[in-house]
Structure formats: structure tokens, C-alpha cells
């Protein structure tokens, strides 16, 4: 079956960096878009970055030229660089795939961005 565990969340300052990982199982992953999202109580889920099977990228606005998505598909794992942190960060992130009309969803990893 589809598993996707994240990893690597935690406490970071204000213009700190953290590096989340996700691993993924039960797919072929290097066939696969891969996507990460976060949410914050209360507020709709938000698609942060996505990496085709290409490695084409794309990244919402909040994000872009702060964050890097990155895969190894020998280790079938997508990365999720993130620098230069802010406190509207703060936010569970979710590792994501959607294989065929199923989503899937990792047990997510807790960022929170505070001084």
C-alpha cells in the first residue's frame, strides 16, 4: 500500500532553514508527481511546492526563491528545502501524491518558525 512518511519538522528562528524529507513506498515513485503542502488550524490546506517526474518545479508565490523541492528516486524520497524561514511558516507539512484518483497523505511533520 501507499505510504508516505515525513520528517525532519521542528523549531526554527526567524531566517532559519530546516530540510523535511518524505519517504515514499507501495509506487512507483520515480514515475510520480510528488507535491508538498502545509495547514495551519483553521485554514485551508496550502500547496507549497511540487516536483514532476521530470523534476519540473513549481512553487507557490509565498514561497518561491525561499524553498527548494528536490527527489532521489534511487532512495525514493522528495526533499523539501526550506530557508530563510518566517513565523507565517509555521504550518504542519504534508507529503502528497495523487495516483490515479486517490490522494494520499503522510502523517505530516510540525514546523513552527518562532524566536
Known amino acids: 500500500q501507499v505510504q508516505l512518511v515525513e520528517s525532519g519538522g521542528g523549531l526554527a528562528q526567524p531566517g532559519g532553514s530546516l530540510r523535511l524529507s518524505c519517504a515514499a513506498s507501495?509506487?512507483?515513485?520515480?514515475?510520480?508527481?510528488m507535491i508538498w503542502v502545509r495547514q495551519v488550524p483553521g485554514k485551508e490546506l496550502e500547496r507549497v511546492a511540487s516536483i514532476t517526474k521530470g523534476r519540473t518545479t513549481i512553487y507557490t508565490d509565498s514561497t518561491k526563491g525561499r524553498f527548494a523541492i528536490s527527489r532521489d528516486n534511487a532512495q525514493n524520497t522528495v526533499y523539501l528545502q526550506m530557508n530563510s524561514l518566517k513565523p507565517e511558516d509555521t504550518a504542519t507539512y504534508y507529503c502528497?501524491?495523487?495516483?490515479?484518483?486517490?490522494?494520499?497523505w503522510g502523517q505530516g511533520t510540525q514546523v513552527l518558525v518562532s524566536s
Open positions: 507501495g509506487f512507483t515513485f520515480s514515475r510520480t508527481a
Open positions: 502528497h501524491v495523487l495516483i490515479s484518483t486517490t490522494h494520499y
